[in-house]
């Protein structure tokens, strides 16, 4: 699958809402419990959409900021990939291997 294609399906607006206020994830137990299953359920429903070869095992929520600073996105917003994969691929293996849908990432 395109990589843009799964990108405009993983556009989740509450998630853009934090990260464009850059507000932190909510700590409340309540918060944190309605997060986590609107993003099982928009996880579930992205699935739905994809071949079983192209579906997501899970979905990660990581606390650094993904900035134009640190070299994550573009100017124009635009993810780059590379740095993702330099960030993050050596936990690749570890969180499809947990077998959970939501993971945690802390910095």
């Not at 070869?53 to 606390?63: K, Y």
């Not at 600073?69 to 960030?87: A, C, Y």
């Not at 293996?93 to 945690?104: F, L, Y």
């Amino acid at each position: 699958m395109p990589p843009a294609r799964l990108q405009l399906l993983l556009s989740i607006p509450v998630i853009g809402g934090l990260v464009q206020k850059r507000c932190s994830i909510p700590k409340p137990l309540g918060a944190h419990t309605a997060l986590k299953s609107s993003l099982a359920d928009h996880l579930q429903a992205v699935n739905a959409t994809l071949d079983p070869r192209e579906q997501l095992q899970c979905i990660i929520i990581v606390t650094t900021a993904w900035t134009v600073d640190n070299g994550i996105i573009t100017p124009t917003f635009r993810v780059k990939r590379h740095r993702i994969e330099e960030i993050y691929a050596a936990n690749y293996e570890r969180w499809e291997a947990s077998g959970k849908k939501m993971i945690w990432q802390a910095d």
